[in-house]
């Protein structure tokens, strides 16, 4: 081996080494590379009388620097993060609208007690009574436009949830489209890995995860993708793509489906993931949001709503008005929503499902009747027809409330301030059907105020001629009086509870947003330490990359004079 030749396999290994880092220097900002080196190894060497002499260096191969704990413990923190950013950007639209409570229902609410003590005050000033409906009207109105607000959010989920799984099935074809381009390198260029590619699946994976959850398996050189539920996206190579879709239980709610199957026609085959299984990322957020606040949220202001109008209305159709005539009802509000599961038979009917009403004598029913609210949850519900007998199916405590049809109630089943009617589905229905119950979904963004007159407010007693405030004063005590949540809560009450759920919701997911992002900058700090490429080190590197090329380049000059010599010899 003579010194031209040591010289050539010094120029080539010095040549690859400033290439690689000038390629990390140009892909210093780039996301998700990995910093590049030249793995170099001796060329061997060659036995001769005076021992063996060194043949030079040879190149290996490009090796990134890479560690996969580092990459995925990143990924995971970088996925929480995503979604508790997702949670709280929504969170605060709902914080914003019943933090303050100078405006809005809260002193809407006390304006309108205040109103009906003013009455019981005088219950012959007309003022006072126009100014009473004004105030009703006034709370009516931002009790509505509070739910409305809500329902508008619910409905920007559901074009979230769209729109992100659209993005999520575009990641997947592109990591597939890598997947394949990688497959082809490592075919061509057995050996050796196509770093840069590499590099590129791996940041697709990440902005994927930054979506939803997600677990990845490697095989052959192919990336298999799941949900971390273990839902395959990417096997081999198919995608199998998500999709938005409307809930077969309540077709108001976009809901994310997978591809289950393939039918005989090769047709893919979508079915629902069921709630809370999808968790992390963008996506994992929204459906937090909506599942754990939002859909609360709507559903605890309708109980205000209609715990507000029964009891106002049962009250109030105790007294009579100015003119000496019964008490009608001040509010109203819409009854429980029943929504038939999509995948029921259409000929399978509707339960009849209302709110508690009870007769003031039962003996006399002219006397008329109440609406006691104490019972209603806020919850949700499902009823289920499981081996030919019907349940109600509490969605928030999972319990169960056998409903077995003809009782002495007439086949009334009475739970949680329902009373719940399912004999006319016995003969139209089958095992596996389901209605949804949503209680007081509607009830915030129906309340009415119904009696337009002031002279038709029914301030007096009965007993005492029309014009004493005792009604009034009855309906004004309902200020602190305790008419929900078993007795429990008063409507001041019931409001404050959205509230400062609202804010707890808010505070805790600001907290732990904190506290994630500063796990992703440590994780980031130590993946970047290992594969990030530092501007200075490199630099340092080139220079000394130059050195070795000059050196390496001197040997050949030496090389070359020495040939020189050995021809004057000669001649």
Excluded: C
Excluded at 366 to 387: A, F
Excluded at 501 to 525: C, P, S
């Amino acid at each position: 081996m003579n010194l031209a030749n040591l010289g050539i396999t010094g120029l080539y290994a010095a040549q690859k080494r400033m290439q690689v880092t000038g390629h990390n220097i140009n892909n210093i900002d780039t996301a998700g590379y990995n910093r590049q080196s030249v793995l170099v190894e001796t060329a061997g060497s060659v036995g001769g009388s005076g021992g063996y002499y060194g043949r030079g260096v040879q190149v290996v191969t490009v090796q990134r620097s890479h560690d996969n704990f580092l990459y995925q413990q990143l990924v995971r923190s970088q996925t929480a993060g995503a979604a508790l950013v997702s949670y709280g950007t929504e969170i605060a639209q709902l914080d914003n609208l019943f933090s303050d409570r100078t405006v809005g229902i809260s002193p809407a609410l006390q304006n309108f007690f205040n109103g009906l003590e003013a009455v019981a005050s005088q219950p012959a000033d007309s003022s006072a009574r126009q100014e009473l409906l004004g105030r009703a009207e006034s709370l009516a109105t931002q009790i509505r436009d509070a739910t409305s607000y809500m329902n508008r959010v619910s409905e920007n989920i559901n074009t979230q949830v769209g729109t992100t799984v659209t993005q999520i099935n575009s990641y997947l074809e592109r990591i597939d489209n890598v997947n394949k381009q990688i497959v082809s390198a490592k075919g061509t260029t057995p050996g050796h890995e196509p770093n840069d590619l590499l590099d590129q699946r791996e940041q697709l994976v990440a902005e994927l995860g930054q979506l939803i959850d997600v677990r990845t398996v490697e095989q052959d050189g192919r990336l298999s993708v799941t949900t971390a539920g273990g839902q395959m996206l990417l096997g081999g190579e198919r995608v199998y793509p998500l999709h938005a879709v409307r809930s077969a239980e309540n077709p108001e709610r976009i809901v994310v489906g997978f591809t289950s199957a393939l039918n005989v026609d090769g047709k893919m085959v979508v079915s629902e993931f069921r709630e809370g299984t999808i968790k992390g990322g963008t996506l994992g957020g929204l459906l937090q949001f909506r599942q754990e606040s939002l859909e609360p949220s709507i559903s605890s202001l309708g109980r205000l709503a209609v715990g507000l109008a029964h009891a106002v209305n049962d009250i109030h159709r105790q007294g009579v008005d100015l003119k000496g005539e019964p008490g009608k009802d001040l509010f109203s509000v819409s009854g429980p929503k029943i929504l038939a599961n999509g995948n029921n038979p259409v000929s399978s009917g509707i339960p009849g499902v209302s709110f508690y009403k009870d007769p003031v004598d039962p003996a006399d029913l002219s006397k008329g009747y109440t609406q006691p609210v104490d019972q209603l949850t806020g919850d949700n519900y499902r009823i289920e027809r499981v081996d030919g007998r019907f349940q109600l199916r509490n969605l928030s405590s999972n319990d169960v409330t056998p409903l077995n049809g003809p009782d002495k109630n007439g086949g009334i089943t009475r739970v949680d301030g329902l009373e719940i009617d399912v004999s006319s589905l016995e003969t139209k229905s089958q095992d596996g059907d389901s209605w949804l119950v949503q209680p007081t979904a509607n009830a915030g963004s129906s309340l009415q105020v119904e009696i337009k007159r002031p002279q038709d407010i029914a301030a007096a007693d009965n007993d005492t001629g029309s014009a004493n405030g005792a009604i009034a004063q009855k309906l004004a005590d309902l200020r602190n009086t305790k008419v929900l949540a078993d007795g429990s809560l008063s409507l001041n009450d019931s409001f404050g509870q959205i509230v400062n759920r609202i804010a707890v919701q808010t505070q805790q997911n600001g907290t732990a947003a904190k506290a994630q992002l500063k796990l992703i900058e440590q994780n980031y700090a130590a993946q970047q330490s290992l594969s990030g490429v530092n501007k200075d080190e490199e630099y340092i590197m080139l220079q000394r990359y130059q050195e070795q090329y000059q050196a390496a380049a001197r040997l050949i000059d030496v090389s070359s004079q020495m040939f020189d010599t050995l021809l004057g010899l000669r001649s």
